[in-house]
T-cell receptor, first 114, second 108 residues
């Protein structure tokens, strides 16, 4: 059974640009969550999608957005990139993101903003 | 909102020594999960604790959930170089709030 797949693995952008990251969950998983990981801030929750609907959102500015498709694949978009957006972006999937479910993480997309 | 604090932030141990990381929540947790992230890797689920006072073991790893369900700990006995990584606890909030993690370095 394939794991969670994130593309691209690495990305270099400049300030002001926008970026789209992709996440394919484990087959059968309908929930996809996104996290930002930085050395100083740990894992910060961005948002969670289930059946194409955003169910929860963390405390990030509106420049961060996402969506989920009917096949459960998800994308997140960051517009008007800032230097502080440099981070590892992780997505995680689960069947339905119940509070007792474990998350399966992808390898992440390492975003560098210059 | 819910906050999950984890200490220590860093821990260096000599191979063979024991290691403990502690997790404290500002609110009562229905359950708590632990994840491990190897350097350059992604978080991998280790275990979930649900019951008050619960203790679970995985080989050299012992996980405890406090009686009040507001704190938890992970203890590793006789660390090995394979234990290197960052250990996170995570609360069960809808958005699974992660602790700040404890980065473990094991010196050979």
């Amino acid at each position: 059974k394939a794991g969670v797949t994130q593309t691209p693995r690495y990305l270099i952008k400049t300030r002001g640009q926008q970026v789209t990251l992709s996440c394919s969950p484990i087959s059968g998983h309908r929930s996809v969550s996104w996290y930002q990981q930085t050395p100083g801030q740990g894992l910060q929750f961005l948002f969670e999608y289930f059946s194409e609907t955003q169910r929860n959102k963390g405390n990030f500015p509106g420049r961060f957005s996402g969506r989920q498709f009917s096949n459960s694949r998800s994308e997140m978009n960051v517009s008007t990139l800032e230097l502080g957006d440099s981070a590892l972006y992780l997505c995680a999937s689960s069947f339905q993101h119940a509070t007792n479910e474990k998350l399966f993480f992808g390898s992440g997309t390492q975003l560098s903003v210059l | 909102g819910q906050q999950v604090m984890q200490i220590p932030q860093y821990q260096h141990v000599q191979e063979g020594e024991d290691f403990t990381t502690y997790c404290n929540s500002s609110t009562t947790l229905s359950n708590i999960q632990w994840y491990k992230q190897r350097p350059g890797g992604h978080p991998v689920f280790l275990i979930q604790l649900v019951k008050s006072g619960e203790v679970k073991k995985q080989k050299r790893l012992t996980f405890q959930f406090g009686e009040a369900k507001k704190n938890s700990s992970l203890h590793i006995t006789a660390t090995q170089t394979t234990d290197v990584g960052t250990y996170f606890c995570a609360g069960p909030a809808r958005q699974l709030t992660f602790g700040s993690g404890t980065q473990l370095t094991v010196l050979p």
